[in-house]
């Protein structure tokens, strides 16, 4: 089996995490988003597995080696000269996808989703209806802010529906997708839309089914969904692999730090709070529902919620920042400044307070 996962886009909504690596090789709990979806394919049997790629490309390229000597699985790149949309990078690397896939199967991932990857019941129930696509699907509080998906109770997918104003479904797609390799033949080799241009004609051919995601969904895409995430996968991890996390008189609720961090006793941390490598969080500290990626220096007696500081930051005495705020590579940031869901880009140096919502240092 192969995979094509769309790396795609520039990753604006994750700036300015954004502007060191392409959103895929950002960390999420403590390795690249990317790898969470690698580890799933290798999984379940996928043997090659194509990057569609448009953004920053040299940069993925470094990381393939590394990758494919790690996981053990043929990794290539297909790049687009021009953006193709959510269905045309899968016309663009058709003949990757069939070469040498006796199968005849292929996963396609959105690359800005995290779940718990459950793709072998996806495979097992893609199998059993024996038609062309399987989308996972994922159920939503609030079905009026998405389209959603009408099937069947086989899941066969009758309609897709935008934004509906009365409850007719919860179930929206999810990013997740198996296909067999004679849906490709459907994409015609210019930008198009899976969602809008394709997924209508299969379901109207009886060609595509729905299989509900057990487990947590989110795209953490942008800083506040990101965030959301973290929440996600450390009750996920709470429930299915509980030692990873940490344990502690000063540990508060689902925490995960790498082990080279180092972590004062007197600093308190949790809920919902993970440490990279490398992070030096000293004396005092409150650490809440916030990620420090590898390299950060939280000094004495500062407070950090909701908010992502990127990597090689080093955030000063008595300190306080929170409200969705995010800080690129080696920001630094003076003593007893205060940050309210504001953005620094790379490389700046904070030395007042910002106090105005959506701020943008630039």
């Known amino acids: 089996m192969k995979a094509l996962i769309l790396v795609g886009g520039y990753g604006t909504r994750l700036r300015p995490l954004t502007f060191k690596c392409p959103k895929p090789l950002v960390e999420f709990a403590n390795k690249p988003i990317l790898m969470h979806q690698i580890e799933a394919l290798v999984k379940v049997g996928v043997q090659e597995i194509i990057l569609a790629i448009n953004y920053q490309p040299d940069t993925m390229k470094e990381q393939i080696n590394k990758l494919q000597d790690l996981y053990k699985v043929k990794i290539i ?72 998906i009408l ?122 709070v993970i440490i990279g490598p490398d992070c030096q969080v000293k004396e005092g500290v409150r650490l809440k529902n916030c990620v420090l990626l590898k390299g950060v220096i939280i000094n004495a007696n500062s407070w950090i919620n909701e908010s992502i500081i990127g990597w090689s930051s080093t955030i000063g005495k008595w300190v306080r920042i929170e409200g969705v705020s995010v800080c690129g590579e080696d920001v630094q940031v003076k003593d007893e400044v205060y940050i309210n869901q504001s953005f620094i880009l790379p490389h700046r140096g904070i030395t007042s307070n910002i106090y105005n919502k959506n701020t943008v240092i630039m």
């Open 77 to 148: 790149c297909s790049q687009e000269t021009e953006p193709l949309g959510t269905a045309g990078p899968i016309r663009l690397a058709k003949d990757h996808i069939i070469k040498d896939n006796p199968d005849g199967l292929f996963f396609v991932l959105n690359s800005d989703i995290i779940c718990e990857f459950p793709l072998d019941k996806l495979l097992q129930f893609h199998k059993q209806h024996n038609h062309e696509g399987t989308i996972f699907v994922n159920e939503v509080d609030d079905p009026s802010k998405y389209g959603v």
């Open 151 to 272: 099937a069947d109770e086989t899941g066969r997918i009758k309609d897709f529906i935008e934004k509906p104003q009365e409850f007719i479904s919860n179930k929206i797609n999810s990013g997740l997708y198996l296909f067999n390799v004679s849906m490709i033949d459907r994409i015609p080799l210019k930008p198009t839309s899976i969602e809008r241009e394709i997924f209508p004609i299969m379901a109207k051919e009886g060609q595509l089914y729905q299989y509900i995601l057990p487990g947590f969904w989110k795209d953490v895409g942008q800083p506040k969904d990101y965030l959301a995430g973290t929440v996600l996968i450390l009750e996920s991890y709470k429930t299915h692999t509980p030692d990873v996390l940490a344990k502690g008189n000063n540990i508060v609720g689902n925490v995960l730090i790498d082990a080279s961090a180092q972590i004062d006793p007197n600093a308190v941390i949790g809920p919902n």
